[in-house]
């Protein structure tokens, strides 16, 4: 096992071998290579590889067919809800801080967040650290381990929202404006748009760190998701299918609810058949108004499951990295917030990862 305390006060140093030497971005995704070149395994491989590490269960970067999959159980579990048992050929599952050596290469998991079971990917390697981030958040998250700062030599971070535009507030503060809405319009079905994965299991979670111990209806398409939650000891409260009117007459039962479901059925008949449904959507890109106003929301709901700009910032001056890799995103904006900080970043241009679905 490692220990959480390991090298917090990392100096700064002349690194034997580089971890550009060893590590490097290829076309089926990041990969660890061996002394000829040839990669040792991937981490959220983009193609089918034959080993991979997986950070967390979301599509664009737990894929099936892989021939073995490494990755925390939760997200095992994941893969297994949504491609079915023999998405691998093999997988290992691995606890928080132990120890799996690939190669020449340790390897260990630290949380990072994003989603239940999301991990970071820690690879230490001839005196060489670094910390594969994954997707990450460092809000408040009733559903998943909190993110867990890991010092190291390279610090491989994604850039989903990485502006200065985008500061995201406090999740129990979106939150109440559902409650007060509840106050105002109890005539209306509040139906909220919400990330099947990570996304609808953190809105249910934090109405209930609110207060609100009603029943929650559901989309069918979420119930899967939600009861792995369930299973992984994840309180989610009593939730209900969220079961329409036929032939076009509203389900009155719903006036005054809260419904949840995919973004994809807001805008289709599902919805009409709510009672005057009043359309809420959950993701931190609610934060550019034209965004919302182009999908009829009309209570934009600012809930990230990714660092915001402050956040990346924060996050990087902690761990403290001699360079800082840039998977995907806004890579230019946090490039040059880094050269301004005397720090040395750059781009991987990793293709097959979305912004958009979160």
Request: proline share 6%.
């Amino acid at each position: 096992m490692v220990s959480k305390s390991l090298d917090q006060n990392r100096p700064h140093r002349k690194l034997s071998t580089h971890p550009s030497n060893w590590i490097r971005p290829l076309a089926s995704g990041l990969a660890v290579l061996d002394v000829h070149g040839e990669p040792i395994f991937h981490i959220d491989a983009t193609r089918i590889a034959d080993t991979v590490i997986v950070t967390h269960g979301h599509a664009d970067h737990a894929r099936p067919g892989h021939k073995h999959v490494i990755a925390s159980a939760e997200t095992l579990a994941i893969m297994k809800a949504r491609y079915g048992a023999n998405f691998a050929e093999r997988v290992t599952a691995l606890r928080w801080h132990e120890t799996m050596r690939i190669g020449d290469v340790d390897i260990h998991l630290v949380p990072a967040g994003h989603v239940l079971g999301s991990a970071q990917i820690v690879l230490d390697y001839e005196g060489a650290r670094v910390v594969v981030s994954g997707d990450y958040k460092r809000k408040s998250d009733p559903t998943c381990a909190p993110f867990e700062p890991v010092p190291c030599d390279v610090f491989i971070t994604e850039a989903t929202f990485a502006l200065p535009v985008f500061s995201h507030p406090e999740p129990l503060l979106e939150i109440n404006r559902i409650l007060v809405s509840l106050k105002q319009f109890p005539e209306r079905a509040h139906v909220i748009g919400a990330y099947s994965l990570g996304k609808a299991q953190r809105v249910i979670a934090l109405l209930r760190q609110a207060g609100y111990q009603e029943p929650i209806y559901i989309h069918g398409a979420l119930q899967k998701l939600c009861q792995l939650y369930q299973d992984h000891g994840i309180d989610l409260g009593i939730l209900a299918p969220a079961t329409t009117g036929e032939k076009g007459k509203p389900q009155q039962a719903l006036a005054g609810q809260i419904v949840i479901a995919p973004p994809s059925a807001l805008a289709d008949r599902w919805s009409r058949r709510l009672p005057d449904p009043l359309i809420i959507m959950a993701s931190g890109w609610m934060q550019v108004k034209q965004r919302a106003k182009q999908s009829g929301v009309e209570m934009p709901l600012i809930l990230s499951d990714h660092a915001d700009w402050n956040d990346l910032l924060a996050t990087i001056d902690e761990v403290n990295p001699q360079e800082v890799w840039i998977t995907h995103g806004r890579e230019d904006a946090l490039m040059r917030a880094l050269s301004l900080k005397n720090m040395t970043a750059k781009a991987l241009h990793l293709i097959g990862y979305e912004d958009d679905a979160e």
